[in-house]
Antibody, heavy 119, light 108 residues
Framework: QVQLRESGPGLVKPSETLSLTCTVS????????WNWIRQPAGKGLEWIGR???????DYNPSLKSRVTMSVDTSKNQFSLKLTSVTAADTALYYC?????????????WGQGTLVTVSS | EIVLTQSPVTLSLSPGERATLACRAS??????LAWYQQKAGQAPRLLIY???SRGTGIPDRFSGSGSGTDFTLTISRLEPEDFAVYYC??????????FGQGTKLEIK
């Protein structure tokens, strides 16, 4: 089973860009879709977007104008950038995978990384 | 966009009892319905996919059922480690993934 680990700054200033990286191990990056999901403290889960190695991306319409995902296969990593952040973007950010042949559920998750938006 | 509503918000039961958690969709959905368990301080863990198939390593006391707009997660006999928050999740066209707001299963 694939293992995932998120990394990135824990504090971002309002109006700046949030940047996170997820490092993948245990399986080929070519057989999965790679996702970002977030969870504000004490609240539910929100899917941010997904990408495939071909460069194909799909984003949550509510965040689409601010989200960019990319992949670096040489490092077994994929990344998230979220621009113009506000306090509402403060959350625990998870990377998660779903299988390329059936990507309707998330079978592996990272442990999550907390991002706080504050000046 | 499909909205998933979970009930109850909180369920108080004792170990050994049977738990029944509901997830209702705002419109009829395909079988792309999954359930996750989230313990405090941990990432969600996949329990059920395709409405009724158990994930890898999931004990058989967990079962999923339902179709159309109404889905159920049943835990046949609660173990102490089962007390957690449970989320349902749907995969729809576009694509788009939506989650329910969660049900907290607490010890009575």
């Amino acid at each position: 089973q694939v293992q995932l680990r998120e990394s990135g700054p824990g504090l971002v200033k309002p109006s700046e860009t949030l940047s996170l990286t997820c490092t993948v191990s245990g399986d080929s990056m070519s057989t999965h879709y790679w996702n970002w999901i977030r969870q504000p403290a004490g609240k539910g889960l929100e899917w941010i977007g997904r990408m495939y190695l071909t460069g194909s991306t799909d984003y949550n319409p509510s965040l689409k104008s601010r989200v960019t995902m990319s992949v670096d296969t040489s490092k077994n990593q994929f990344s998230l950038k979220l621009t113009s952040v506000t306090a509402a973007d403060t959350a625990l950010y998870y990377c998660a995978s779903c299988r390329g042949g059936r990507c309707d559920f998330f079978d592996s998750w990272g442990q999550g990384t907390l991002v706080t938006v504050s000046s | 966009e499909i909205v998933l509503t979970q009930s109850p918000v909180t369920l108080s039961l004792s170990p050994g009892e049977r738990a029944t958690l509901a997830c209702r969709a705002s419109q009829s959905v395909t079988g792309y319905l999954a359930w996750y368990q989230q313990k405090a301080g941990q990432a969600p863990r996949l329990l059920i996919y395709g409405a009724s198939s158990r994930g890898t390593g999931i004990p058989d006391r967990f079962s999923g059922s339902g179709s159309g707009t109404d889905f159920t997660l049943t835990i046949s006999r609660l173990e102490p480690e089962d007390f957690a928050v449970y989320y349902c999740q749907h995969y729809g066209s576009s694509p788009m993934y939506t989650f329910g707001q969660g049900t907290k299963l607490e010890i009575k």
